[in-house]
């Protein structure tokens, strides 16, 4: 993990499912919308809570579009609010 | 390589021969239907004919995505199922919500035929590029979010769409819920994949990428609707309520009829006090959950957290009238989960219980008749009673299976006046408890009976002004001429607008796009020509895609005139004539601006204008061979 994805802040109370964090992800490596090659994955392994994991694989660059283009502060930088 | 903004094939699985096989999206749905709905229409043009029975195997079950669908056009995610449905026989399509249809697309699909029936309990899994029948005999017999929950723990990302018991036992007033909340196929379309011993339908995480032509484009007009969405102030209320505040207000306002729609619900104090009690809670309970690239999260898990229900949760949002005559929130999550988890349509079994409770009232029936089940439309024990029962056709429960049309059939020829449906679907907004707008209106000239997924026009709410209806005209592309023969100095011809209303949303329909109205409002029918030019690549023009939009609604029609369909079943329910007591007040329909009762032979005179301005037949209620040659159906 680089020292910018560690400036990813995940508040996985904030994030609805919405997946537009893997879309957004997935067009700068494809150039389609393309969530299943997206860096970030959002997975809901806890069942009826209504809580999602916010995940980051490996080709992961911390570049942050995940974070920009976030609609509810699921995902924010260091330093911006959730 | 498939054209922009589709995943480029169509998947086609036969379920008696066990056969799967795939086609190039035709470029005849691409330019002619859009996708969505329209291309689900345009599917079945050949599939659906007069001795297509809806729980035979010869009823498709289409099941399509536009091409907003997959990539992050805000409210672009709905996925669209049509079919021939059991409880009214008009062959309709349903929209949802969820990932369904981005996982559809990411496998390379815009659409999926399913016909045939399995010899045994099967579910599809649609994989990248194909499917895959899998053996469901262990699933048979578990409930929408047991099903869902097992089937999610096999195959990882994916999005389902289940069956619960009510599917099982082929009841018609059933209804499922796409990944346990995004309602979709009222009316039975549970019931169609059971006939077929389809458990479910679970499309899987693919490597297919939606390509937009135009990014650049496509990216100022995606970011300046979400800036507008984001800094609107309605949506914090959306964010933290979703949808239910809106019954609230609309109780507290009079307009919750009760007693199968003959007397309003008054807000007394003690009531409002208690309501407002249960709105505290709900909100406090309630975690947002959105779909696809959507700002406007409305959907939501429910979770009881204290009390003899606590740990009771439910998806979505069925507050109708229950909770405002009892205001108990823990045992209101638990009737609406297990209405959830049996698979049964709230509207149309809501009424069902409300008329049995009316009718019992009246003397018309009787303990005896009901095989001793208590049925109370205030009680919620009542309506977890009859849930289990209903779902499983077990005693009075198999007469509620039927639906309303088998209700009306099963009681006494004096009571069915009582009934109130169209098309045998229970309509969602009476037109007493409010007033007859484009909303109320077109559940009458619905194909697919009494639904309520169309609208987008002035008249959702009251106080527009002749100004706000052109402004509202030229958003939803009617044109100049036509709204010269909407607009009539200071009023306007429901019949004639609804006509556009629906064309309007007949367009979001075929796109994917959501037709809520916290997201309609932010869309034009320029914007949606800009945005759609850019994802294809395809220069359209608003007139165009307009008349796609009308083109895509006349073959849904042309496709039920077949069925037997006509302007007698356009009519609406005899209740609604049925005058509605509020205190000591008897209160009838009124037009928008409350100036004239809406009385049968008014509502006649709407119907003749709404058939005039589609140009379609008045005395058939279907389109003339002229229409159809403007439409390039001629021959269907």
Redesign the interface.
Known sequence: MGDSKRALVVNPDSC?????CM??C??KF????????AAVII??PE?????FAVLFSEKCDGCGLCAA?C??GGITRTGEGG | MAFPGYAGRILYVDLTGGKVRTEETPREIIHSYIGGSGGNTWLARDLISARTEPLSPENPIIIGAGPFS???VPGGAKVFISTRLPAGGAFARGSGGG?FA?MMK?CGFDHVVITGSSPSPVYIKIIQGSAELCDASGLWGCDIYEAV?RL?SLHG?CSVIPIGVSGEKLVKVSITSIDKGGTIGRGGLPAVMGSKNLKAVVAC????????AR?AEFSGIVGGL?KRM?SWPGRKMI?DSGMSLQFIEWWGSGSTLVKNGTEVLSPTPDKIASFEGFARSYVANR?????????M?DK??V?VTEGPYSGT?CYGNNIQTLPATKANFGKWVKVTELVNREGLDWFDFENMVSLCHFLMDRGILTPGDLGGVKIDENDEDSYLELARLTARRQGFGDVLAEGLLGLEKWLDPAARRYVNHIKGLSPVFDPRANYMGTMEFTQTTNPRGGHVAFGGSPTYTRGKTMEDFQRHGDRMGISRQAMNRVIREDTFSLGRLSRYSEDWCSLFDCLSLCNRAFVNRFYSVDTITSLLSAVTGLDRTAEDLMLTAERSWNLWRMINERLGFSREDDHPPKMWFFPVRDGDLELTIKDYFDREEITPSRMDQLLDEYYAERGWDPDTGQPTEEKKKQLGLEGL
């Open positions: 609805v499912g919405c997946m537009t879309l957004r997935s067009y494809t150039g389609t919308y393309c969530p299943a090659m997975s809901n069942g009826d809570s209504g809580m283009f609609l509810y | 997959g990539t992050v990932a981005l990411s929950d999610k990302p995480l693919g490597s297919t990428g939606i390509e937009v990014h979400l984001k964010l975690k947002p959950l959105g779909c696809p690239g959507c700002p999260a939501e898990v979770t949760v």
